[in-house]
C-alpha cells in the first residue's frame, strides 16, 4: 500500500485509518470501504464508539445553519458499532491487515458495502467569494463517541475523527458503435433553396481533456455566405434532490473562421477540448468530487441503471454540443440581416478506468442526457 489515510480525534480517543480515497462504481457494485479504527478504551469515559458512512447533498454555506435553515440532507447513511464489540464482524482483508498493523493492538476493523444506487461525488463549483464547503454530493466516513448511534445533540468535534471519500465511475469499454449524428436542412426568406448542415462525433465517449473532433459538412445552396462556425460545449445540471432547479453553463465556445460562399460545400473536422483550466471563475459549474483543493475536472455523465429513482441521485449531469453557422445575406446590410443554422449532438465525457480494471460495456447501462 501507497499511502495510508488517517485522521484523529481532538481528545485522541480515536484515530481512522483508509488505505484508499476512491471507490469505483462498477454499475452492478461498488468497491467497499475497508477501514480501521484505533481506539484507546480509557479515554472513553464509559461511552460507546462507532462508525459511519454517509451519502449527504450539500446545498448551502455552512454558516447558515446557524439561522435555523438546514444546509446539508442525508441521502443515506449506516452506523457500525465497534466498541464494545457488537455484531459487526468483518471478513478481514489485505486491506484490513496492513491497517491493523498501523493501528496496533487497539485497531477495530470495519466494512461498509455502498449500495449502488447512490449518486457518485459530485461538487458544484464555489465562486471566487464564496467560502465554506463547496455544494454538491460528497460521502463520509466518521468515526464517534456516543451512548448511542444516532445521537439527537450535535456531538463535540473532539469526540469525532472524520474523513470525505469519493464514489466515482470509469468509463465503459468502447462498444465500437458509431458516435452521434444530426443534420438540418434551413430555408431563408427570399432564397427558394436551402442550406444543408451535418454534424457528427467519431465516437460516443471521450475522456476528459482528450480532443473532440466535430466533423461539419455543409451543403449551401443559397446565394448567401457563411461567415463563420461557432461550437459551443454546454452543460447541464439537473438538481432532483431538493427542487427542480435545471441550468446550463456554457464550457466551451469557439469561433472558426471558415467562410462557406454561396452555391458551395464544405467538409472538415473542428477540433475543440472542453477543460475546466479554461472554467475556473464560474460558479456553479458542476465538477468530480474533490478532496480539499485537488485537482479535479469538469463532472462525468451522470450513468443511469434503467428503473434507477433520478431523486436519489440528487444532481445529474449531461453534455451536448452546439455547431452554428453564422448566415449572412450580403450587400450592406449583411451582418445585420445574419442567420444561424444549429444542431446538437449528445456528448458523454468520462475518465478512463486505470489499467486491469474490469468494467461492463456501455450497453449494459444508459447515459443520462438532459436536453
Known amino acids: 500500500m501507497s499511502k495510508v489515510y488517517k485522521k484523529t480525534s481532538g481528545n485522541g480517543a480515536l484515530t481512522l485509518y483508509l488505505g484508499k480515497r476512491d471507490y469505483v462504481d462498477h454499475v452492478q457494485n461498488v468497491d467497499p470501504i475497508e477501514g480501521v479504527v484505533k481506539i484507546d478504551p480509557a479515554d472513553l469515559g464509559g461511552k460507546k464508539v462507532f462508525v459511519q458512512l454517509a451519502c449527504a447533498f450539500r446545498y448551502g454555506r455552512e454558516d447558515l445553519d446557524v439561522i435555523g435553515l438546514s444546509f446539508r440532507k442525508d441521502i443515506w447513511f449506516k452506523h457500525l458499532q465497534l466498541y464494545p464489540a457488537a455484531d459487526h464482524k468483518p471478513t478481514l482483508t489485505p486491506m484490513h491487515d496492513c491497517l491493523l498493523k498501523k493501528a496496533g493492538e487497539q485497531g477495530?476493523?470495519?466494512?461498509?458495502?455502498?449500495?449502488?444506487?447512490?449518486?457518485?461525488?459530485?461538487?458544484?463549483?464555489?465562486?471566487?467569494?464564496?467560502?465554506?464547503?463547496?455544494?454538491?454530493?460528497?460521502?463520509?466516513?466518521?468515526?464517534?463517541?456516543?451512548?448511542?448511534?444516532?445521537?439527537?445533540?450535535?456531538?463535540?468535534?473532539?469526540?469525532?475523527?472524520?474523513?470525505?471519500?469519493?464514489?466515482?465511475?470509469?468509463?465503459?469499454?468502447?462498444?465500437?458503435?458509431?458516435?452521434?449524428?444530426?443534420?438540418?436542412?434551413?430555408?431563408?426568406?427570399?432564397?427558394?433553396?436551402?442550406?444543408?448542415?451535418?454534424?457528427?462525433?467519431?465516437?460516443?465517449?471521450?475522456?476528459?481533456?482528450?480532443?473532440?473532433?466535430?466533423?461539419?459538412?455543409?451543403?449551401?445552396?443559397?446565394?448567401?455566405?457563411?461567415?463563420?462556425?461557432?461550437?459551443?460545449?454546454?452543460?447541464?445540471?439537473?438538481?432532483v434532490l431538493y427542487s427542480a432547479d435545471k441550468y446550463?453553463?456554457?464550457?466551451?465556445?469557439?469561433?472558426?473562421?471558415?467562410?462557406?460562399?454561396?452555391?458551395?460545400?464544405?467538409?472538415?473536422?473542428?477540433?475543440?477540448?472542453?477543460?475546466?483550466?479554461?472554467n475556473k471563475e464560474k460558479r456553479g459549474l458542476a465538477l468530480d468530487g474533490r478532496l480539499k483543493d485537488e485537482d479535479t475536472n469538469l463532472a462525468s455523465n451522470t450513468i443511469m441503471r434503467d428503473g434507477m429513482d433520478k431523486e436519489v441521485?440528487?444532481?445529474?449531469?449531461?453534455y451536448k454540443i452546439k455547431v452554428n453557422l453564422m448566415v449572412s445575406s450580403g450587400g450592406l446590410l449583411g451582418g445585420l440581416t445574419a442567420s444561424d443554422v444549429q444542431v446538437e449532438l449528445p456528448l458523454i465525457l468520462m475518465n478512463p478506468k486505470p489499467q486491469g480494471k474490469v468494467i461492463v460495456s456501455l450497453p449494459q447501462f444508459m447515459c443520462h442526457h438532459s436536453l
Do not use: W
Open 108 to 239: 477495530h476493523a470495519f466494512t461498509f458495502d455502498i449500495p449502488v444506487n447512490l449518486p457518485c461525488s459530485v461538487t458544484l463549483q464555489p465562486g471566487p467569494d464564496d467560502a465554506g464547503k463547496a455544494c454538491g454530493v460528497d460521502f463520509e466516513v466518521k468515526t464517534y463517541i456516543s451512548d448511542v448511534a444516532d445521537p439527537e445533540e450535535k456531538l463535540d468535534k473532539k469526540d469525532t475523527a472524520r474523513l470525505i471519500v469519493r464514489k466515482i465511475q470509469f468509463a465503459p469499454d468502447a462498444t465500437g458503435a458509431p458516435g452521434p449524428k444530426a443534420d438540418i436542412c434551413k430555408s431563408f426568406m427570399m432564397s427558394d433553396k436551402p442550406v444543408h448542415l451535418e454534424a457528427s462525433l467519431d465516437k460516443e465517449l471521450y475522456y476528459h481533456g482528450d480532443p473532440i473532433n466535430v466533423n461539419v459538412k455543409v451543403k449551401n445552396e443559397t446565394t448567401k455566405t457563411v461567415t463563420k462556425i461557432k461550437v459551443t460545449v454546454d452543460q447541464t445540471t439537473d438538481v
Open 313 to 318: 441521485l440528487g444532481i445529474l449531469v449531461s
Open 248 to 278: 446550463t453553463k456554457t464550457v466551451l465556445c469557439q469561433e472558426f473562421g471558415e467562410t462557406i460562399d454561396a452555391n458551395s460545400t464544405f467538409d472538415k473536422s473542428l477540433t475543440i477540448i472542453p477543460l475546466l483550466a479554461d
